[in-house]
């Protein structure tokens, strides 16, 4: 299936893909600033992201209810909450209330994250081809575009809060269009198979990594090419935008892989290579170097995230397929807020090119974990499911 076909069999998730990615890269470019306007050292500032673990946990409890409560408006209500609650962020000078307005932020984006990704694991098991990979490569482009546009912002002295203003009226725009039909499943009869605890465990854990080693990478690639490397407000916004245009590039070549190699053998080989990245990142002696180092990791960890998801609606009985993906989805997403705490924490004490070294041994832990998946039996649906 061609990544054109994909993103049409898919174009709804897609657009709310998109939605997510500008969002998190308008916040990336930005994290200079906003980290500036607080005063705050690494330690504290990513203690204070902490806050939004704290509403991705309960989106994990809320995501499954709203969906089933929204039904075909799921994706419409999660973004119209997501576009809401950045408006907030951005203007924010104490930390507690910064730390308060990230926890909204955490909850629209985790509702929204797991609703998307439930809904193209539905049209995955409905037209039976993978297109993970191609709505991720969506965010990956959004990302990049929004984090570029902000070099630009930042250049011309527009304030954050301005910026994500603009971004928040545009993703509001897209909401008549993202209304989506949902596909209800009931349990087989006589179903009597055990909670699938391990499938999400293991799939969780292996999305958890990715989404961890993506996370540190965004918030703190712009901080290390202004601060480690001596780079401007434009070098460091290249940053994360090298980041998120090699993910893209990563995610549309990894919708051709997956349907060419085995899934599992794409983690592992992806992996190795996302570590190499982060090694050449944290050796980097001037900001054209670390650029490279972010790219090679932006290719490797691009696909990780998205097979994990994937492999996890495989996994389970079809009718646990949207609350599967939810639980896993939010071990996942966990990572985007745990992990530039403990950047901050490991930067504060030994710097932010040790931090980046620690972020390769985080991602060749992923390739013991794939060949445990690989031992899960997997469930197969039914025609239509």
Same mark, same amino acid.
């Given at each position: 299936?061609?990544?054109?076909?994909?993103?049409?069999?898919?174009?709804?998730?897609?657009?709310?893909?998109?939605?997510?990615?500008?969002?998190?890269?308008?916040?990336?470019?930005?994290?200079?600033?906003?980290?500036?306007?607080? $005063?705050?050292?690494?330690?504290?500032?990513?203690?204070?992201?902490?806050?939004?673990?704290?509403?991705?946990?309960?989106?994990?409890?809320?995501?499954?209810?709203?969906?089933?409560?929204?039904?075909?408006?799921?994706?419409? %209500?999660?973004?119209?909450?997501?576009?809401?609650?950045?408006?907030?962020?951005?203007?924010?000078?104490?930390?507690?209330?910064?730390?308060?307005?990230?926890?909204?932020?955490?909850?629209?984006?985790?509702?929204?994250?797991?609703?998307?990704?439930?809904?193209?694991?539905?049209?995955?098991?409905?037209?039976?081809?993978?297109?993970?990979?191609?709505?991720? =490569?969506?965010?990956?482009?959004?990302?990049?575009?929004?984090?570029?546009?902000?070099?630009?912002?930042?250049?011309?002295?527009?304030?954050?809060?301005?910026?994500?203003?603009?971004?928040?009226?545009?993703?509001?725009?897209?909401?008549?269009?993202?209304?989506?039909?949902?596909?209800?499943? =009931?349990?087989?009869?006589?179903?009597?198979?055990?909670?699938?605890?391990?499938?999400?465990?293991?799939?969780?854990?292996?999305?958890?990594?990715?989404?961890?080693?993506?996370?540190?990478?965004?918030?703190?690639?712009?901080?290390?090419?202004?601060?480690?490397?001596?780079? $401007?407000? =434009?070098?460091? %916004?290249?940053?994360?935008?090298?980041?998120?245009?090699?993910?893209?590039?990563?995610?549309?070549?990894?919708?051709?892989?997956?349907?060419?190699?085995?899934?599992?053998?794409?983690?592992?080989?992806?992996?190795?290579? %996302?570590?190499?990245?982060?090694?050449? =990142?944290?050796?980097?002696?001037?900001?054209?170097?670390?650029?490279?180092?972010?790219?090679?990791?932006?290719?490797?960890?691009?696909?990780?995230?998205?097979?994990?998801?994937?492999?996890?609606?495989?996994?389970?009985?079809?009718?646990?397929?949207?609350?599967?993906?939810?639980?896993?989805?939010?071990?996942?997403?966990?990572?985007?807020?745990?992990?530039?705490?403990?950047?901050?924490?490991?930067?504060?004490?030994?710097?932010?090119?040790?931090?980046? $070294?620690?972020?390769?041994?985080?991602?060749?832990? %992923?390739?013991?974990?794939?060949?445990?998946?690989?031992?899960?039996?997997?469930?197969?649906?039914?025609?239509?499911?």
């Amino acid at each position: 299936m061609s990544v054109f076909s994909a993103l049409s069999v898919s174009r709804k998730p897609a657009a709310a893909f998109v939605v997510v990615g500008l969002f998190w890269g308008c916040f990336a470019a930005h994290v200079p600033v906003i980290k500036g306007q607080m $005063g705050a050292n690494d330690a504290t500032f990513g203690t204070l992201l902490l806050g939004s673990a704290t509403g991705l946990v309960s989106a994990m409890w809320l995501a499954p209810r709203v969906d089933r409560m929204m039904g075909d408006r799921s994706m419409q %209500a999660g973004i119209v909450a997501l576009s809401l609650a950045w408006l907030l962020p951005g203007h924010i000078t104490v930390p507690l209330l910064f730390a308060a307005a990230m926890a909204l932020v955490g909850l629209a984006s985790g509702l929204l994250d797991v609703i998307m990704n439930a809904r193209v694991s539905e049209l995955e098991a409905r037209h039976d081809r993978p297109l993970m990979n191609a709505n991720h =490569a969506m965010f990956s482009v959004a990302y990049a575009v929004a984090a570029l546009m902000v070099g630009f912002t930042r250049e011309a002295g527009l304030p954050p809060t301005v910026v994500f203003a603009g971004f928040s009226a545009f993703c509001l725009l897209l909401v008549p269009f993202i209304r989506m039909d949902v596909t209800i499943v =009931a349990a087989e009869g006589g179903y009597a198979g055990r909670y699938p605890i391990w499938p999400i465990m293991l799939c969780g854990t292996v999305v958890l990594i990715a989404f961890m080693s993506e996370a540190t990478v965004e918030a703190w690639s712009a901080l290390h090419v202004e601060r480690t490397l001596g780079g $401007g407000a =434009a070098e460091g %916004a290249l940053g994360p935008a090298m980041l998120g245009l090699t993910m893209a590039v990563g995610r549309f070549s990894g919708q051709i892989v997956s349907e060419r190699f085995a899934e599992l053998t794409v983690v592992i080989v992806a992996a190795l290579i %996302a570590a190499l990245g982060a090694v050449i =990142a944290a050796l980097a002696p001037v900001p054209i170097v670390a650029y490279l180092g972010f790219g090679i990791l932006g290719l490797g960890v691009s696909v990780i995230g998205p097979i994990g998801l994937a492999l996890v609606g495989n996994l389970v009985a079809p009718h646990l397929r949207t609350e599967a993906i939810s639980r896993t989805a939010v071990i996942g997403f966990s990572g985007f807020f745990f992990a530039p705490m403990l950047m901050g924490l490991v930067s504060e004490a030994y710097g932010l090119r040790i931090a980046f $070294g620690g972020v390769a041994g985080l991602l060749i832990c %992923a390739v013991p974990l794939a060949l445990i998946v690989a031992r899960q039996p997997r469930q197969i649906a039914a025609p239509g499911q």
